[in-house]
């Protein structure tokens, strides 16, 4: 498959799940509920990264993050030529789904981004439950480790590689349902960046650790699949 329409599915899959996740917090009406509903947004998460798996594995190999992106790198499964492409893909498909939910939340009366959090991540102050940076960075850390090795070990061999949706949605899901209190569920620096990049101010200043935890459970996940030669298939 050339480089060009792998490209185009890694923005579609990753457009599609930013715009389903988010949109279980910023198009829900309820004020009081807005950005707290746990199970929804977790279930949300889960399933578009099932749907979008099943849709589009056997073309771009379904990452939709770059910390996933990284973590086949480290592990020796993807070029390294193609990694910047990807990841700017990926940012590129998560401002669109963050652009369409965008337009889709402001038709709804009195809906203003400085009072929706838009599915954005923080800490501190802006955390769910107002957790410290050093908590959220572990958690972000953490759940993105195990989603990233996850889809390196399913994609280990053709009969796992069959499974790999529903169980990748499924430990989306899992993850989500841990982070979401912790930071509303971050765990994919260009999931992060949508969103962030329409509610400004709070969000953009701490992008940053949305960036940094992932990623680096992503190269730790790429690492230790080299470290345990049978999670490799």
């Known amino acids: 498959m050339k480089l060009c329409e792998r490209l185009l599915v890694e923005a579609a899959g990753t457009a599609w799940l930013v715009f389903v996740g988010c949109a279980s917090t910023a198009l829900n009406a309820g004020a009081l509920e807005q950005g707290w509903n746990v199970f929804e947004m977790a279930a ?5 990264q ?8 056997r073309t771009s190999s379904a990452h939709f993050n770059p910390a996933v992106t990284i973590g086949y790198v480290i592990a020796g499964r993807f070029r390294t030529r193609d990694v910047a492409p990807y990841i700017v ?7 669109v789904g963050a652009a369409l939910l965008a337009a889709v939340a402001s038709g709804r009366s009195g809906f203003a981004f400085a009072i929706s959090d838009f599915g954005s991540n923080g800490y501190g102050g802006h955390s769910p439950c107002e957790f410290a940076p050093a908590a959220v960075f572990a958690v972000e850390l953490m759940m993105t480790f ?12 053709p009969q796992r590689r069959g499974a790999a949706p529903a169980a990748l949605g499924a ?24 969103p962030a990049l329409f509610v400004g101010d ?5 992008l940053w650790l949305f960036w940094a935890a992932p990623m680096l459970g992503g190269i730790a996940a790429g690492f230790f ?3 345990v030669p049978r999670c490799r298939g």
């Open 225 to 227: 699949l080299r470290i």
């Open 202 to 206: 709070w969000a953009l200043d701490q």
């Open 44 to 48: 949300a998460f889960g399933l578009a």
């Open 171 to 194: 430990c989306l899901a899992a993850a989500y349902l841990v982070a979401i209190p912790v930071s509303n569920g971050g765990m994919n620096p260009a999931r992060s960046t949508g």
């Open 146 to 157: 195990a989603f990233a090795l996850l889809h390196l070990v399913m994609s280990a061999s």
């Open 89 to 95: 893909a990926q940012n590129v498909g998560a401002l």
């Open 50 to 57: 099932a749907v979008a798996a099943y849709a589009c594995g």
